[in-house]
Nanobody, 131 residues
Framework: QVHVTESGGTSVQDGGSLRLSCTAS????????MGWFRQALGKEREDIGS????????YYTASVKGRFTISKDKVTNTMYLEMSSLKPEDTAMYFC????????????????????????WGPGTQVTVSS
């Protein structure tokens, strides 16, 4: 059984940086992907990006490209989200998800697959950016 847990959310100042972590357990091979999403209060969930575990190829949504970086540690099965130049509009609950890949998919395709019933989700971690 796969378990996903995020950590690292906190309050930061406008322009600050923060790193979130997400650990996935239960996968028996590298044929999976992990991704980040966020949801601000009263708004729809938004994609952030994803990483294919076997080769580290990443995808980012346009709104965070250049400010956010996704990386991984294969030894601990931990994915990181490095966020810089944070703005108040980045305030949201940040969610991590993971999905087994039945075939070779792009990181974007994997991100979409996470939003179906095939994805495993963490409980979320709150990030608040104050001006």
């Amino acid at each position: 059984q796969v378990h996903v847990t995020e950590s690292g959310g906190t309050s930061v100042q406008d322009g600050g940086s923060l790193r979130l972590s997400c650990t996935a357990s239960g996968f028996t091979s590298d044929d999976f992907a992990m991704g980040w999403f966020r949801q601000a209060l009263g708004k729809e969930r938004e994609d952030i990006g994803s990483i294919r575990w076997s080769d580290g190829v990443t995808y980012y949504t346009a709104s965070v490209k250049g400010r956010f970086t996704i990386s991984k540690d294969k030894v601990t099965n931990t994915m990181y989200l490095e966020m810089s130049s944070l703005k108040p509009e980045d305030t949201a609950m940040y969610f991590c998800a993971a999905v087994a890949l039945p075939m070779r998919l792009t990181p974007f395709q994997a991100l979409r697959l996470m939003t179906t019933g095939s994805g495993y989700w963490g409980p979320g971690t709150q990030v608040t950016v104050s001006s």
